[in-house]
C-alpha cells in the first residue's frame, strides 16, 4: 500500500468517528477544569501531528540520500581509478550495496513510522472529541448514554495505534541487523583495501 494511500485511508477512519457539538464559544465558558481538559486533549493532538511531520521528513531524507549514494559511488570509483586504485571498486561496490540495503531497511522504519502516527494522529483526535463530549454530559448539555460511542471510538483508535507501534518496533529490529551488515562490509572492505578513508567518498 503506497503511503498516500495510507495516510487516506487514515483519515477516512478519523472522520467517521463521532464528534461532540461543543463550540468554541462553549469551551470558553466552560469551568477551568473542564477547559484544561480539553486544552490538554489539544495539545496531544499537536504533538502527534509534530511527530507525523517528522516521520515524513525522515522519509524525504532518505529517499533523497538512496538517489544521492549511487552518484557518490561514482565520484568515489573515479577518484580511485585516479589515484591508480581501480581495482578497489568491486569491493567499494560491495560496502556500497550493503550501505543501500540500510537505506533501505530505515526507509521501512520510517515509513513504518509514519503509519503509528497517522494513527497516533487519529487516535488523539479521538480522545479530544471524547473529553468534548464528557465535558456536555457533566453539564447536562448532552446524555450520559452518549458516551458509549466516543469511549468505543477512541478506545479502537488506541488499540490500532499500539499495534501500529509494535509494527514498527519489530521492522527496527529487522533494520538493526541491516546495519551490522553494512558495518561488516565496511570492515571487509578495510580489511581488503587498507582504505580507512572509503566513507568519506560514499557517506
Not at 488506541?158 to 561488516?184: I, M, P, T
Request: glycine content about 6%.
Amino acid at each position: 500500500m503506497s503511503r498516500a494511500m495510507m495516510a487516506a485511508l487514515v483519515a477516512v477512519a478519523a472522520c467517521a468517528g463521532p464528534k461532540a457539538k461543543l463550540s468554541a464559544d462553549l469551551i470558553e465558558r466552560l469551568p477551568t477544569e473542564g477547559r484544561v481538559a480539553i486544552y490538554d486533549r489539544e495539545n496531544d493532538v499537536t504533538i502527534a501531528k509534530n511527530r507525523r511531520d517528522e516521520a515524513k521528513g525522515s522519509i524525504e531524507r532518505i529517499e533523497e540520500e538512496l538517489v544521492q549514494l549511487s552518484e557518490r559511488l561514482k565520484r568515489a570509483e573515479a577518484r580511485l581509478a585516479k589515484m591508480g586504485f581501480g581495482g578497489r571498486s568491486s569491493q567499494l561496490r560491495s560496502m556500497v550495496d550493503a550501505r543501500k540495503g540500510y537505506l533501505e531497511a530505515q526507509l521501512k522504519v520510517a515509513e513504518a513510522q509514519l503509519e503509528g502516527t497517522e494513527l497516533e494522529v487519529s487516535a488523539s483526535q479521538a480522545r479530544l472529541e471524547q473529553a468534548k463530549q464528557r465535558q456536555l454530559v457533566r453539564f447536562g448539555l448532552a446524555p450520559e448514554t452518549d458516551l458509549g460511542a466516543f469511549d468505543a471510538e477512541a478506545e479502537r483508535l488506541d488499540k490500532r495505534s499500539r499495534e501500529a507501534e509494535r509494527k514498527e518496533a519489530d521492522v527496527r529490529a529487522q533494520a538493526q541487523k541491516v546495519f551490522v551488515n553494512w558495518k561488516l562490509a565496511e570492515d571487509a572492505y578495510v580489511t581488503a583495501t587498507g582504505d580507512h578513508d572509503a566513507m568519506v567518498w560514499v557517506d
